[in-house]
């Protein structure tokens, strides 16, 4: 099989990405800095009008559908959005989707709060989010690029005392992180895995199946066959799952705004797998992840795992795989940690049968260490101290659910890490920056791997139906949930032509014919693309073209290339080329590592040392001594630049490659189970002190409990004894006598219920011996003393006795 020839099918895959700066100077300096966000602009509209219309709709006091609609207008980038918007009927669920709170079914999430719909004015436009307590979060696909709208509480701990509630940003403007391998794979790695995989042997449970029929609600019955790619939609209906450290940090401790968050998240990843061609005929395979459960885990989760914070990522991984998710494709666990050297999620890869275990489908197992569910993965939302906008965090999802599907990293050279102007794929291992065309989309290599394990019995847990209302368009339909379709069908509502989901189909579901509408905004490096009257698509944007040198774009930091402003800064020269200065570059200095380098007259050189023979060579008139932003990867893709310091300097922190999966393999291997009989063997005797040890605390524990119950019950007797009878009515105590002001015996009538003011009647201290022991006839008169003085009324004596295990006299309560 070709998917061999990438190299050692690897068992967990880990994607390593780099932190970069916190913003720029672009975003205007009284503004709080987001991290990884060059530009964004505040949003502080009024929100009880649009909070009393979303609640009046989510009630159904507002049924009719012309008028069960948002209206939110906003002014931002120098242009206004006015976003009309309506309950959404799809979404990223598999139908009948659960949703829970530590284990219980909620109504937390409310499918009511997501809305889609349009940027009026802007007929591509496509706006998917949701509305909570009048603030509106989501997506807005527009002509002029995709702009992101998130809640201030995401990332500032002060969001209530700002002036404004969320805020958006463009695309463009997000530092995407470069992605980096964590698992280099030779010969002692491999060896450490072909013993792992001997440990690996399916469990006989008589499990349970998917069915492909009814999704998440019929998780109990037996699935069908298997899925193959060109049948149509495939649905991995997954678990996913949050901490509480996501819970608190992401969602800010809201149950509705967590779940809204990975919605609106999960709702973007799907898109780029039900998009993807994977069998290579020409066509979408709508190969679709969907939320069948979604769990909101907290400290107070039964058998919760994860309350430490400073959990490695292997063990992280380990502790979410110890739970049976055999009922699921996949489980995905979402975290806010920040786990060491940068990485940002680690997944087991999916192989076709006779390959590891692992990845989509898997059936739980049993390895050396115990039982283990292998189709899972986690992600965090941070990494270098630095929190992942959401266009970050749904690049880093779809990169670790591709490793479940199959994929390994793309191997280094050839046509699955071309490189150049497109960039490499998303499941490249090494550096990229995040912004180029491939960076978003599958290699041939990826999806030449992910068909196979799809076209084998490992995808027999796929619902090979696909269904009307999940806002994909699938083989059969016209249509699906737009303003333009008839959702129940999925087909275009009569006199339509077009659906509303593309570029070029106008507000009445007709393909615009005006060749003078632009369908896509002119960018620093790309024209403006106008529709061409016969297709609702937009024609492709075509690129500027410049005079001579490459045009300059990202305020001169970058150069257009083929229409996208991905170009390397050096190419602005026309004797410079792009290259990373390693340690014999720069005298090995970790500081001058972060420097941008460019590669001159054969030599590779940082720009500050270029700007020093500028008067030297009129080529390089202009050039500027820049630095790498923290967290993009330096020394040849070896490490990575850290914060600046004090003075302004980043160092190149190198990264062990090995150490994550390494750590991962020494968790779940025989050398762990090996050392611990070694160590036994030779320190048998320590083992011994322990086991007796125990044992004696147990014998300890269990002689010295006290059981509260009888007691209270003993004392509850002795007390209505002391009260009904005074001591037997005379034994030793005189008339109306009482105990806590109860009943005196004898007779002792209103006088008997005199009391001081303390609420109790005096007696000496004679008195309270003979009467303390005519219940406890046993006790000494010592004995007896010593509890009356330590004692601070009569009934704390008589428990005290009682505590002292000494017998209490039974004397009969006479009837009333």
């Excluded at 009511?112 to 009026?120: D, I, K």
């Excluded at 025989?670 to 147990?698: C, R, S």
């Amino acid at each position: 099989m070709q998917s061999y020839a990438r190299g050692v099918w690897w068992l967990a895959a880990v994607f390593c990405s780099l932190a970069v700066g916190q913003g720029s100077a672009k975003t205007a300096a009284h503004l709080p800095k987001v991290d990884r966000v060059d530009h964004y602009e505040p949003l502080s509209y009024n929100t009880r009008p649009l909070a009393d219309k979303h609640d009046r709709i989510s009630r159904g006091v507002i049924w009719e559908p012309q008028i069960r609609k948002l209206h939110l207008q906003f002014t931002a980038y120098g242009r206004s959005f006015n976003l009309h918007l309506r309950p959404s009927t799809g979404g990223p669920f598999s139908p009948g989707a659960k949703f829970t709170v530590n284990g219980k079914p909620t109504t937390s999430y409310d499918p009511a709060s997501f809305y889609e719909g349009e940027v009026q004015g802007d007929p591509s436009s496509h706006v998917t989010g949701h509305v909570i307590g009048g603030v509106f979060s989501g997506v807005l696909k527009t002509s002029g690029g995709t702009y992101h709208v998130e809640k201030t509480q995401k990332y500032f701990s002060n969001h209530k005392d700002l002036s404004f509630h969320s805020f958006i940003y463009h695309e463009d403007d997000v530092q995407f992180p470069d992605h980096r391998a964590g698992c280099v794979v030779n010969g002692t790695v491999w060896r450490q895995l072909t013993e792992l995989q001997a440990t690996a042997v399916p469990l006989e449970t008589g499990r349970l199946k998917r069915s492909s029929k009814n999704g998440a609600e019929s998780l109990g019955s037996v699935r069908g066959k298997r899925a193959l790619t060109n049948t149509g939609g495939n649905f991995c209906h997954m678990r996913v799952a949050v901490d509480h450290l996501f819970f608190s940090q992401i969602g800010g401790g809201n149950e509705q705004d967590t779940f809204a968050e990975v919605v609106t998240a999960f709702n973007l990843v799907q898109e780029i797998y039900s998009t993807t061609d994977f069998d290579g005929d020409g066509a979408q395979d709508f190969i679709t992840p969907s939320i069948g459960q979604f769990d909101l885990l907290t400290l107070d989760s039964p058998n919760y795992r994860f309350a430490d914070s400073s959990i490695a990522v292997s063990e992280f991984l380990d502790r979410w795989s110890q739970d049976d998710h055999t009922m699921f494709c996949l489980a995905l666990l979402l975290t806010n940690r920040d786990f060491a050297d940068g990485v940002l999620g680690l997944a087991w890869v999916a192989q076709p049968p006779g390959g590891n275990r692992g990845g989509i489908c898997e059936d739980r197992v049993r390895l050396s260490v115990g039982e283990r569910s292998l189709n899972t993965g986690i992600v965090t939302y941070t990494n270098y101290g630095n929190r992942q906008p959401r266009a970050v965090s749904v690049v880093t999802i779809a990169h670790e659910l591709g490793h479940n599907f199959g994929s390994p990293h793309d191997s280094q050279g050839g046509r699955c890490s071309p490189g150049g102007s497109s960039g490499n794929f998303i499941m490249f291992p090494q550096a990229t920056n995040g912004r180029q065309t491939n960076n978003n989309r599958f290699s041939p290599c990826s999806r030449e791997d992910i068909r196979n394990v799809l076209q084998s019995t490992k995808s027999d847990c796929f619902a090979t139906e696909a269904f009307c209302g999940n806002a994909v368009l699938e083989e059969g339909e016209e249509c699906d949930v737009d303003r333009c379709c008839d959702n129940s069908t999925c087909t275009l509502l009569a006199g339509n032509e077009c659906s509303s989901q593309q570029e070029c189909c106008d507000l009445n579901c007709m393909i615009i014919t005006d060749n003078r509408t632009d369908c896509r905004g002119q960018t620093d490096c790309a024209l403006t693309s106008f529709c061409n009257g016969t297709s609702g698509a937009c024609p492709p944007s075509q690129p500027k073209e410049g005079t001579g040198l490459p045009l300059l774009c990202n305020n001169g930091t970058n150069v257009c290339d083929e229409g996208s402003c991905i170009g390397s800064y050096c190419l602005q020269f026309a004797v410079l080329t792009e290259c990373q200065c390693t340690g014999g570059d720069v005298n090995e200095d970790s500081d001058r590592l972060c420097e941008v380098c460019c590669s001159y007259q054969g030599d590779c050189m940082s720009t500050i040392d270029l700007v020093g023979i500028e008067s030297r060579d009129s080529d390089l008139t202009g050039i500027r001594g820049l630095r790498l932003e923290a967290g993009r990867s330096c020394n040849n893709f070896q490490g990575y630049c850290s914060q600046q310091d004090s003075i302004g300097v980043s160092r190149c922190i190198e990264v062990d490659n090995e150490q994550t999966l390494n750590d991962l393999l020494d968790l779940l291997s025989f050398e762990t189970l090996n050392a611990i009989v070694a160590w036994l063997t030779v320190y048998w005797w320590i083992a011994i002190i322990v086991i007796i040890a125990i044992l004696v605390l147990f014998i300890l524990l269990q002689a010295t409990y006290r059981k509260r119950a009888p007691l209270k019950r003993r004392f509850s007797r002795a007390r209505n004894s002391l009260r009904q009878n005074s001591l037997g009515g005379g034994a030793s105590g005189g008339r109306g006598q009482q105990v806590e002001g109860g009943r005196g015996g004898g007779g002792g009538g209103g006088r008997g219920r005199r009391r001081r003011e303390d609420g109790r009647r005096q007696i000496s201290p004679d008195d309270a011996v003979r009467r303390l022991s005519a219940f406890f006839p046993t006790a000494q008169p010592g004995i007896v003393r010593d509890v009356i003085r330590q004692s601070t009324s009569e009934s704390k004596a008589v428990k005290r006795m009682l505590e002292l295990e000494f017998p209490l006299k039974k004397i009969p309560i006479p009837r009333a």
